[in-house]
């Protein structure tokens, strides 16, 4: 017998867009995204609500974004991500370019939906 993974089910979550990429939010949890301005304790609100689920109107789904939806979060802290290598060489011309690259990324906690 296969055993099949689980995975929970929440009561409440949204899909949300910034820095052009996407995200689940769930609220009390944290989020790692791409930089937005602030300092940690700032609060953020994210307009950009693609599809919403709650208990009271079941799941909204936006064209493109839901109308009134917004996300409440906070600033956790601002750091860098892992670094990422890019190296070049050319053979036999003892040509090698080594360079290192940490994304600044912005952790959010979650308040509200």
């Known amino acids: 017998m296969i055993k099949r993974p689980t995975f929970p089910i929440f009561e409440t979550y949204a899909i949300f867009v910034t820095g052009g990429k996407q995200y689940q939010g769930i609220p009390g949890?944290?989020?790692?995204v791409e930089l937005i301005e602030g300092e940690a304790?700032?609060?953020?609100?994210?307009?950009?609500?693609?599809?919403?689920?709650?208990?009271?109107?079941?799941?909204?789904?936006g064209t493109p974004y839901v109308d009134g939806a917004e996300i409440t979060t906070s600033i956790v802290k601002q750091t860098k991500g892992e670094k990422l290598i890019a190296y070049k060489f050319k053979r036999r011309k003892k040509y090698h370019v080594k360079k290192g690259h940490r994304q600044p990324i912005t952790v959010l906690r979650i308040e509200a939906i």
């Open 29 to 32: 949890k944290t989020v790692a």
């Open 41 to 61: 304790g700032d609060p953020v609100i994210i307009k950009e609500v693609l599809l919403r689920k709650t208990d009271e109107k079941g799941i909204q789904i």
